[in-house]
């Protein structure tokens, strides 16, 4: 008798099955979602930044522009602070355009698509936009990656989150919380360390209520160098 015969009428063998596959798909489920949600704000703000560059009427509506769009899609998932929180993870976020882009052709298996959602007629204007970032500045030519994946250095030597990581292992509640954060080295550092952790979105805003960024690193170099650690020793 091999050993799928001799296993198949173990009740915990029944119970182990059934439960390793459900929570893989729950766990599958939870991402997918959690992938949707980003890739609907990111798009959010970057057909936001977009009007506001190119709109015929921007001039007319100005700061107004957020408020009237919300009380015209009259929809609570696109609120004014929703559409706010869209805006900022565009403008602080632009480099997760590269994980949305090839997350939507995944989804929809053509290329004409995702064009299609950038509102773009082609391919080639993927580069020309105002509002899209320049594409070279992420590649996967970079000087370092840290040894978890989470940390990058720019050949400019800043050190970000590496955007695929973003878009995969922080939540979009993560997301709207660093988006509100000036300091590009202060939002690097606790959006890696949240990946790390890993932590919960509450215990990211207690971190940053608690200032845990200026009092563990006394300096931008000590800083870099910590998040760029090669080993987890």
Do not use: C
């Amino acid at each position: 008798m091999n050993e799928f015969d001799k296993n198949r009428g173990d009740f915990e063998s029944l119970v182990g099955k059934i439960q390793s596959t459900s929570s893989a798909l729950q766990e599958d489920a939870r991402l997918v979602i959690n992938r949707n949600v980003t890739t609907r704000a990111w798009l959010t703000g970057f057909y936001i930044v977009e009007y506001e560059q190119h709109g015929n009427d921007r001039a007319k509506y100005g700061d107004k522009l957020l408020k009237r769009l919300a009380e015209r899609l009259d929809d609570k998932s696109f609120s004014l602070t929703n559409l706010k929180n869209a805006r900022a993870f565009y403008l602080t976020f632009p480099e997760v355009a590269q994980p949305v882009l090839h997350y939507l052709m995944q989804r929809f298996g053509k290329r004409q698509a995702v064009t299609d959602l950038f509102l773009l007629p082609d391919s080639q204007m993927l580069t020309k936009s105002q509002a899209l970032p320049d594409f070279s500045q992420y590649t996967s030519e970079q000087e370092k990656v840290s040894y978890d994946g989470f940390a990058m250095m720019t050949p400019q030597g800043e050190v970000m989150p590496v955007p695929q990581m973003v878009f995969d292992r922080l939540s979009y509640t993560h997301i709207a919380i660093l988006a509100y954060i000036d300091d590009p080295m202060k939002r690097a550092f606790y959006a890696i360390e949240a990946m790390r952790g890993p932590w919960s979105y509450r215990e990211l805003q207690r971190q940053i209520d608690s200032n845990y960024y200026e009092l563990q690193l006394p300096s931008k170099e000590k800083i870099k160098e910590f998040l760029m650690k090669e080993n987890k020793g």
